[in-house]
């Protein structure tokens, strides 16, 4: 099916062609054409009965780690089995046509490396990369299963190789700000940039809404691609209501239409 055309300023494709520093802002936008949840909408199923709260706080985790730990595996699980979408496949393309394009995600899934994009930072975390909680010690997963087989009592977390204190999962906790190298890197993209490009995202996590005025404080453009409204709307330089892997194939063509 031909996708709806788009109504695009002409103003648009010229600021990406002149851009030299872009930075991709992704949010769980992306997610549901690639069928993984959005961020406030992953406790479904077995899940329905717990809170954001439960499965997604220090306290949460204090109070019941192998709960919150199966509950992470389980969307480690979900991501390895999702594909990358058009949104992913296309932001990898725009590294190909501006070199100086970083991805900088708040997603904690692997489809912009799956898609090709070559230079990613994962804001909040990945699940596939966990932590101790107690030494910060990174911890090597095995496989995890093809099918969910959790059921209450949960087994406690992996114990950390080195000082044998629980492992986290590698996401950070709701409220939790990123790991201090990864903010001190995102800060320093995003005061570099020409354009922030925020795809996805509702920009609700503090950190997300941060980078998108640290960016525009140094004079970048903020371009929002969503189809809902989002805080940053009013000083956004441009709003295009869409679903991303609808939008940016769309814009990307327009702005580089040799292909
Ligand atoms: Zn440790």
Redesign the pocket.
């Known amino acids: 099916m031909k996708p709806r055309k788009l109504d695009l300023p002409d103003s648009l494709p010229q600021l990406l062609l002149g851009a030299r520093n872009i930075v991709v802002l992704t949010g769980s936008g992306l997610n549901p054409a690639s069928r993984l949840p959005l961020c406030r909408d992953g406790m479904r199923g077995l899940w329905a009965r717990y809170d954001a709260d439960a499965l997604a706080t220090e306290e949460g985790f204090r109070r019941d780690p192998g709960l919150v730990w199966a509950w992470h595996e389980e969307r480690r699980r979900r991501m390895l089995l999702a594909a990358p979408n058009a949104a992913h496949r296309a932001i990898a393309t725009l590294s190909d046509r501006v070199p100086g394009t970083f991805v900088v995600t708040q997603n904690g899934d692997t489809l912009h490396e799956r898609a090709g994009s070559p230079r990613i930072l994962h804001l909040l975390g990945r699940f596939d990369q966990p932590r101790?909680?107690?030494?910060?010690?990174p911890h090597t997963l095995a496989e995890p299963p093809a099918k969910p087989s959790w059921h209450a009592p949960y087994p406690e977390p992996p114990a950390?190789?080195?000082?044998?204190?629980l492992?986290r999962p590698g996401r950070v906790w709701h409220g939790e700000p990123p790991q201090p190298e990864v903010w001190r890197i995102a800060k320093g993209l995003a005061a570099c940039a020409d354009v922030m490009l925020a795809v996805g995202t509702s920009c609700l996590t503090p950190a997300a809404a941060e980078l998108c005025y640290e960016a525009m404080a140094s004079g970048a453009r903020l371009v929002q691609v969503n189809p809902n409204p989002t805080l940053l709307d009013r000083v956004a330089t441009h709003n295009v209501k869409g679903a991303a892997e609808k939008v940016l194939p769309l814009l990307f063509a327009r702005a580089w239409p040799a292909g």
């Open positions: 101790c909680a107690a030494c910060g010690m950390c190789r080195i000082c044998g204190g492992v």
